[in-house]
């Protein structure tokens, strides 16, 4: 411990050391400065009052810090940690727990006392990144210097054996708000946590490359991250840096005016700032999602994992586009003539026995409320007054009175199809889809368009939205604007429904990691969901069927591909990712068709309008002229098969039946699988034509062979859906999402429904 100098003598008096400490602790400012004033103050032979008016603090504060340079020396002035307290405090690792607490940022509280610190503490750090409740929407991230405020994303890493960057990108506008949980999780920040420090270990083991300069391809890497996000301000952040500097060579590498660099937040380590960004970026944007964060980790762990004699030079992992950039903005008429159609809390559903009562009657058609009692187990008071108040609500309308064999005559309600209406709009490789369905699921309008699959992704997302706007507006005199609940968009999968992603789609690569939902919500002022074409299909075949589909089954969407949509157990089973049904795989198991890699391969027989007409023409069926630009697999060359086989055409039928098999044993796995008694088939390539082999195929195979053949039947049954099967279904998810009673929460991805 220091020996403690007279606090009343001269400056001069001060040994040297702790004189020239005490001045740098002035010069830098923060708490250690008030402390190194009053001692130099004091020095100078000034009183505690004339102290405490120069400083600008209280004589107890003077008091303090004179007695502890009395007793204790400089020693006495630095930092004490309070017991239970950590000695510092990482703001990025604050603001990680913060985020992605349950509760979101409701829960300081919680994440103060985990982290032992004091909830003022972690306000502050709050307030500091622009994350109260009573700040802007938008954050501020504390780097040095910091970014400016705005949207903030995580755009790209870079890592060498020199450096790590991480590539943020901000632009103008309040971020979207999205529950953490459901976009990206502790196991994912865990598992990249791991692939950065795997990464970095292998980068530091390795070493420069001896013919390579610095800065190792980081200015190629800026200099492709400027051309491909344009609309974007990038800013290249240094994680870690081997050579200590302050981030000059970083600042040489970044191209002119393209790229600014900066440094980490002074109170932050670098794995808990990359931490903190990731969790910023996943609850800000519901397009951030564990998608492109699984992707980055695999990449750092593919440069990890490469072999000594042909390592990797460097990680330059690049974000896709996201959503609002230059090309995807939609142009200032684009709403024109649909912001009336944002009415969506017209039909605000109050109970989940509201939604019971509606469920039975969609089912019955019409029914009388002391048979909804009986049905429902509700009481006849509680039928009574719901069914008053959807009457009143427009939802349920009257029939004609019943005579009762005693007492007054029945009178039975049944759903007012114009009580409520919705757009569907399917996404083919050939054509676009759009119709307006009521309540009912009768179709007021539909509108087609072409499509190339060669089409530019922004050109596309117009095309799409504009079909959108004048299908409603063809409809306007059909629908009531205030019982237009939104718009659902049926899309070929694999699909991201949490980040509103089309992945890549079959003869669509163009559009692959296109985030297609949110680019249509900022054309439409009202609720937009997507879901897969086979999953749409079956939510359109359960609302549409009624009674004839109130049970589980399986809907087989023969499309470009043969996928399925499950209903089980009461709802729409989606998987985990949303891409439950994925036919290919399970029927190339069936078959025991493998490819050389080791994979189920990839099944011709499962792409009906390819082979089916190649399986005609090796038949013996002659060519069918190809449409122009498409192959032989085009739909026309489809039809022209289907109506030969229905015409009895040996090559033709044969074909057909062929595929009808092969699909058949898929459909038997399936069967196996679940347990269910009901398979539908529909989609656009179940045709009249084909219908009948298909039907026969697929009810032999499945009844024939199932392992519980004898404990059950399996009903093989064409939908009663039309050929806009996926366009209706898409229209029935929002129907579904508003009105099917569940007992869980409402899903996420159905956050801008109404509440119930």
């Known amino acids: 411990m220091s020996e403690a100098p007279q606090n009343d003598g001269p400056v001069g008096s001060l040994p040297p050391d702790h004189r020239a400490v005490l001045h740098r602790w002035a010069e830098e400012g923060g708490p250690l400065a008030t402390r190194a004033n009053v001692v130099l103050l004091a020095a100078e032979g000034l009183r505690d009052a004339e102290i405490s008016r120069r400083l600008g603090v209280s004589r107890q504060t003077v008091g303090t810090w004179r007695q502890r340079w009395t007793s204790a020396g400089i020693d006495?002035?630095?930092?004490?940690?309070?017991?239970?307290?950590?000695?510092?405090?990482?703001?990025?690792?604050?603001?990680?727990?913060?985020?992605?607490?349950?509760?979101?940022?409701?829960?300081?509280?919680?994440?103060?006392?985990?982290?032992?610190?004091?909830?003022?503490?972690?306000?502050?750090?709050?307030?500091?990144?622009?994350?109260?409740?009573?700040?802007?929407?938008?954050?501020?991230?504390?780097?040095?210097?910091?970014?400016?405020?705005?949207?903030?994303?995580?755009?790209?890493?870079?890592?060498?054996?020199?450096?790590?960057?991480?590539?943020?990108?901000?632009?103008?506008?309040?971020?979207?708000?999205?529950?953490?949980?459901?976009?990206?999780?502790?196991?994912?920040?865990?598992?990249?946590?791991?692939?950065?420090?795997?990464?970095?270990?292998?980068?530091?083991?390795?070493?420069?490359?001896?013919?390579?300069?610095?800065?190792?391809?980081?200015?190629?890497?800026?200099?492709?991250?400027?051309?491909?996000?344009?609309?974007?301000?990038?800013?290249?952040?240094?994680?870690?840096?081997?050579?200590?500097?302050?981030?000059?060579?970083?600042?040489?590498?970044?191209?002119?005016?393209?790229?600014?660099?900066?440094?980490?937040?002074?109170?932050?380590?670098?794995?808990?700032?990359?931490?903190?960004?990731?969790?910023?970026?996943?609850?800000?944007?519901?397009?951030?999602?564990?998608?492109?964060?699984?992707?980055?980790?695999?990449?750092?762990?593919?440069?990890?994992?490469?072999?000594?004699?042909?390592?990797?030079?460097?990680?330059?992992?690049?974000?896709?586009?996201?959503?609002?950039?230059?090309?995807?903005?939609?142009?200032?008429?684009?709403?024109?003539?649909?912001?009336?159609?944002?009415?969506?809390?017209?039909?605000?559903?109050?109970?989940?026995?509201?939604?019971?009562?509606?469920?039975?009657?969609?089912?019955?058609?019409?029914?009388?409320?002391?048979?909804?009692?009986?049905?429902?187990?509700?009481?006849?008071?509680?039928?009574?007054?719901?069914a008053r108040s959807l009457l009143d609500r427009g939802i349920l309308i009257e029939d004609a009175q019943r005579r009762a064999t005693s007492g007054k005559p029945r009178t039975p309600v049944r759903l007012c199809g114009t009580a409520a209406h919705a757009l569907g709009i399917h996404i083919d490789p050939e054509v676009l889809t759009a119709v307006v369905i009521d309540l009912d699921g009768a179709i007021v309008r539909t509108r087609t368009r072409p499509v190339t699959a060669d089409i530019d992704p922004a050109e596309f997302v117009e095309r799409v939205a504009a079909?959108?706007?004048?299908?409603?507006?063809?409809?306007?005199?059909?629908?009531?604007?205030?019982?237009?609940?939104?718009?659902?968009?049926?899309?070929?999968?694999?699909?991201?429904?949490?980040?509103?992603?089309?992945?890549?789609?079959?003869?669509?690569?163009?559009?692959?990691?296109?985030?297609?939902?949110?680019?249509?919500?900022?054309?439409?002022?009202?609720?937009?969901?997507?879901?897969?074409?086979?999953?749409?299909?079956?939510?359109?075949?359960?609302?549409?069927?009624?009674?004839?589909?109130?049970?589980?089954?399986?809907?087989?969407?023969?499309?470009?591909?043969?996928?399925?949509?499950?209903?089980?157990?009461?709802?729409?089973?989606?998987?985990?990712?949303?891409?439950?049904?994925?036919?290919?795989?399970?029927?190339?198991i069936a078959l025991g068709r493998v490819a050389k890699d080791g994979r189920p391969e990839i099944l011709p027989e499962c792409n009906p309008p390819v082979s089916v007409p190649e399986l005609a023409v090796q038949g013996g069926m002659r060519p069918v002229p190809a449409a122009p630009g498409r192959t032989s697999g085009s739909t026309a060359a489809y039809l022209a098969v289907g109506e030969a086989a229905a015409a009895g055409d040996p090559a033709a039928a044969a074909a057909v039946r062929e595929v009808a098999q092969a699909v058949g044993r898929g459909a038997l796995g399936m069967v196996d699988l679940l347990d269910i008694d009901l398979i539908v088939l529909g989609g656009p390539f179940f045709t009249e034509d084909v219908a009948g082999f298909y039907l026969d195929e697929i009810a032999r195979t499945v009844n024939a062979f199932p392992t519980a053949r004898r404990l059950r039947r399996v009903a093989v049954e064409p939908s009663v859906l039309s050929a806009e099967a996926a366009a209706v279904g898409a229209a029935s998810t929002i129907f579904h999402a508003t009105f099917t009673p569940r007992l869980r929460g409402r899903e996420n991805r159905a956050r801008h429904l109404p509440a119930r």
């Open 76 to 386: 006495g002035l630095g930092h004490r940690p309070r017991t239970g307290r950590p000695a510092t405090v990482d703001e990025a690792e604050v603001v990680t727990r913060t985020l992605l607490a349950p509760g979101g940022s409701g829960a300081s509280r919680a994440v103060a006392r985990e982290l032992g610190l004091s909830h003022a503490t972690v306000a502050g750090i709050r307030r500091r990144w622009r994350l109260s409740p009573d700040e802007t929407p938008a954050p501020s991230v504390p780097t040095r210097p910091p970014l400016p405020s705005g949207e903030v994303w995580v755009m790209g890493l870079y890592v060498d054996a020199r450096r790590a960057v991480l590539l943020a990108g901000t632009g103008q506008g309040v971020p979207r708000q999205s529950a953490a949980g459901t976009v990206l999780g502790t196991d994912v920040l865990a598992g990249l946590g791991r692939a950065v420090e795997a990464a970095l270990t292998a980068a530091t083991a390795r070493g420069p490359d001896g013919d390579a300069s610095p800065p190792y391809g980081l200015a190629e890497y800026l200099a492709e991250a400027g051309r491909s996000h344009p609309g974007l301000g990038l800013h290249a952040i240094t994680l870690w840096d081997a050579s200590g500097g302050p981030g000059g060579a970083l600042q040489q590498a970044a191209p002119d005016g393209m790229v600014t660099y900066h440094q980490i937040p002074a109170r932050s380590t670098w794995r808990t700032f990359l931490r903190a960004m990731i969790a910023l970026d996943s609850t800000s944007h519901p397009e951030s999602s564990r998608r492109v964060y699984l992707d980055l980790a695999a990449e750092l762990e593919r440069y990890a994992t490469a072999r000594p004699d042909a390592p990797c030079a460097a990680v330059r992992w690049l974000r896709e586009n996201v959503a609002g950039l230059p090309g995807t903005d939609r142009p200032a008429d684009s709403t024109a003539g649909s912001q009336s159609w944002s009415g969506v809390n017209q039909i605000d559903l109050g109970s989940f026995n509201e939604c019971v009562v509606i469920e039975t009657v969609r089912l019955s058609g019409t029914i009388t409320r002391g048979e909804i009692a009986h049905r429902t187990g509700l009481t006849q008071q509680s039928v009574s007054r719901i």
């Open 467 to 588: 079909l959108g706007r004048e299908t409603l507006a063809e409809a306007r005199g059909s629908v009531r604007e205030d019982g237009f609940l939104g718009i659902g968009v049926a899309v070929p999968g694999p699909v991201d429904i949490a980040s509103g992603t089309v992945l890549g789609p079959p003869l669509m690569s163009a559009w692959g990691d296109l985030p297609l939902l949110y680019l249509l919500q900022d054309h439409f002022p009202c609720p937009v969901l997507m879901e897969k074409d086979s999953t749409a299909a079956a939510a359109g075949e359960r609302w549409i069927g009624r009674d004839r589909r109130a049970r589980d089954f399986a809907y087989l969407y023969l499309g470009t591909g043969v996928g399925t949509g499950l209903y089980l157990n009461g709802d729409l089973y989606r998987g985990i990712s949303a891409n439950a049904g994925e036919f290919g795989q399970l029927c190339a």
